[in-house]
Every structure is written in C-alpha cells, then in structure tokens.
T-cell receptor
Framework: DAGVIQSPRHEVTEMGQEVTLRCKPISGHNSLFWYRQTMMRGLELLIYFNNNVPIDDSGMPEDRFSAKMPNASFSTLKIQPSEPRDSAVYFC???????????????FGPGTRLTVT | GESVGLHLPTLSVQEGDNSIINCAYSNSASDYFIWYKQESGKGPQFIIDIRSNMDKRQGQRVTVLLNKTVKHLSLQIAATQPGDSAVYFCAEIISGGYQKVTFGTGTKLQVIP
C-alpha cells in the first residue's frame, strides 16, 4: 500500500492566489482528516470527513478555506485567497478500524509545505 | 509571518539509555490515547495506543503508562537509539459518536550517540 498520498509536496505562492491541496487516502479507509501544523499552534485539526461527508469543520480558520471529498479516494483543501499567515505544513490523514477494532490509528500523509509570500 | 513559536520541550538522552516522555491531557472524558512519532519532514506516525480501562500497555521497546487520576500519560522508550530522535505527540480521544482527536504540543527527543 502506498499510504496516504498528498500533492504537491511543496507549494510557494503569492498572497491572493488560490491554492489547492490534494489528498488520496488509503484504499478502504472511511475517514479523512485535514490538519495544519505550524510552530506557533502545533498540529490543528481543520476538518474531518466520514464516508465522504464533512462531520466537523469547526477547525477551518475562515471562509477562505474550503474542503471537499467528492469520492472515497480523493479530497481537496482549497484556500482562496491565500495569505502569508496560511503558511504551514498541511497534513491529510485517513483511518479505518485499527487493531482490536480501535478506530483511531490515523495514517498521515507526508504533508504539503505551503509558503505564501 | 510568525513572531512567536512554540518552544517544544526537549529531552536529550544518551544512546542506550531509557527515555521517558510525558504528556498532560486536558479532558477527563477522554478514554482513548495514542502516541505519535514525527520525524523531520514527515507526517506523524502511530506508535502505541491505550484505552482508559488500562494503566499500562507494552509494545516493542515502548511502554505507555496512563494515570487518569492526574490526567497524565507517559511514553517510555527502552534502549533509545538514534533513530528514535523525533518529536513525540500524545493524542486524546473521546470515543463514541464523533471521536475528535486532540493532539498535545509535542516533545522533541534528541538522542546523543
């Protein structure tokens, strides 16, 4: 299994531009999470999907951020317009029933490092 | 940009010694806990988990201890190796319904060869 796949790995863009981050979860996993990691705030949950449906988006910073999951094998996180304070590493994680039926062995992708200048 | 950053607590350990990484969790209703390891440039990776009906669980070279009375979690790594150098996060979960994961701020482990 290739694990969770994220693209691009690095993105540098100018303030005001639209940014789209992509994630392919592990096949068979039914939950997908988007996280943001910064030195200032650590690892923050942005949004969580279960069976392609957004369950909790309370972590999404503001209306400039949106996320979609059109099918079980693909999700996007879009920032429009981007701002310098959005600079961070964005992780996607997926999960299914883990060992002993525990559901929270999350598998993280390698992350997308976003720099907004 | 950011003018203030998280100052991760750092634990420096000699290779071969045992390491103990601590975590205080916030919600007394949390009933499931996970330790993650994050190496530089990578995403967090699952190490070990424990349910609240247990106070100890052992894996390969790692042991997690849970003290619900004081809401404290620890990760013990035996015979620490250079490859153990990473940032370690604890995560707490309230199971049932929407099982939101809350991550701690992390501890950086430096292994001195």
């Amino acid at each position: 299994d290739a694990g969770v796949i994220q693209s691009p790995r690095h993105e540098v863009t100018e303030m005001g531009q639209e940014v789209t981050l992509r994630c392919k979860p592990i096949s068979g996993h039914n939950s997908l999470f988007w996280y943001r990691q910064t030195m200032m705030r650590g690892l923050e949950l942005l949004i969580y999907f279960n069976n392609n449906v957004p369950i909790d988006d309370s972590g999404m910073p503001e209306d400039r951020f949106s996320a979609k999951m059109p099918n079980a094998s693909f999700s996007t996180l879009k920032i429009q317009p981007s701002e310098p304070r959005d600079s961070a590493v964005y992780f996607c994680a997926s999960t299914s029933r883990g060992r002993r039926g525990d559901p929270y062995e999350q598998y993280f992708g390698p992350g997308t490092r976003l720099t907004v200048t | 940009g950011e003018s203030v950053g998280l100052h991760l607590p750092t634990l420096s350990v000699q290779e071969g010694d045992n390491s103990i990484i601590n975590c205080a969790y916030s919600n007394s209703a949390s009933d499931y806990f996970i330790w993650y390891k994050q190496e530089s440039g990578k995403g967090p990776q699952f190490i070990i988990d424990i349910r609240s009906n247990m106070d100890k669980r052992q894996g390969q070279r790692v042991t997690v201890l849970l003290n619900k009375t004081v809401k404290h979690l620890s990760l013990q790594i035996a015979a620490t190796q250079p490859g153990d150098s990473a940032v370690y996060f604890c995560a707490e979960i309230i199971s049932g319904g929407y099982q939101k994961v809350t991550f701690g701020t992390g501890t950086k482990l430096q292994v001195i060869p």
